[in-house]
T-cell receptor, first 113, second 113 residues
Framework: GENVEQHPSTLSVQEGDSAVIKCTYSDSASNYFPWYKQELGKRPQLIID?????GEKKDQRIAVTLNKTAKHFSLHITETQPEDSAVYFC????????????FGQGTRLTINP | KAGVTQTPRYLIKTRGQQVTLSCSPI?????VSWYQQTPGQGLQFLFEYFSETQRNKGNFPGRFSGRQFSNSRSEMNVSTLELGDSALYLC????????????FGEGSRLTVL
């Protein structure tokens, strides 16, 4: 199939703690893995992406890791802040067949003050 | 640069009617993709247009159609509306086809009664 499994569907953490969201994909030929953040009532926006030639990428408090062998990738947010509260979507670029971005179901992250 | 613009932002229709949604991509972007967002299904790919041609299509019935004009603006149409078509329809543009960052619009929220 072409689905990407995203876990957990909801996540609640204390401000300052870390949050981790994991995704598993099926297309072994995939080479592009972005993460989008959607705040309440807003449009999804790209926050970080990784290509298959690297295993990890960091941007300040967020990082993404990729394990191509296991076909899973994860988003890590450290030192969480209230403005991190949003829905996060992982995605992968499907290469086999019709090329398109396939999105996960989303994770609703709530940061508790 | 102006972002991706979608119209109308909100609309209410009744079953059996048809609806047309419009999307103006970021200037210079030639690829336009459409997604359906529902609470339980996340972001579901509808179709992608590049240079006025449909390049990819998702698993939606033929009631869902679209087109792209020479100025890269795109429209999608849903005929014979069903209750289950109620959703947020998001348009996204990118520089090239099926690759790179997607820039989303605010979406058109369709309610079918």
């Amino acid at each position: 199939g072409e689905n990407v499994e995203q876990h957990p569907s909801t996540l609640s953490v204390q401000e300052g703690d870390s949050a981790v969201i994991k995704c598993t994909y099926s297309d072994s030929a995939s080479n592009y893995f972005p993460w989008y953040k959607q705040e309440l009532g807003k449009r999804p926006q790209l926050i970080i992406d990784i290509r298959s030639n690297v295993g990890e990428k960091k941007d300040q408090r967020i990082a993404v890791t990729l394990n191509k062998t296991a076909k899973h990738f994860s988003l890590h947010i450290t030192e969480t802040q209230p403005e991190d509260s949003a829905v996060y979507f992982c995605a992968y670029k499907r290469v086999q067949g019709a090329q398109k971005l396939v999105f996960g179901q989303g994770t609703r992250l709530t940061i508790n003050p | 640069k102006a972002g991706v613009t979608q119209t109308p932002r909100y609309l209410i229709k009744t079953r059996g009617q048809q609806v047309t949604l419009s999307c103006s991509p970021i200037s210079g972007h030639r690829s336009v993709s459409w997604y359906q967002q529902t609470p339980g299904q996340g972001l579901q790919f509808l179709f992608e247009y590049f240079s006025e041609t449909q390049r990819n299509k998702g698993n939606f019935p033929g009631r869902f159609s679209g087109r792209q004009f020479s100025n890269s603006r795109s429209e999608m149409n849903v005929s014979t509306l069903e209750l289950g078509d109620s959703a947020l329809y998001l348009c996204a543009s990118s520089l090239a086809q099926s690759t790179g960052e997607l820039f989303f619009g605010e979406g058109s929220r369709l309610t079918v009664l």
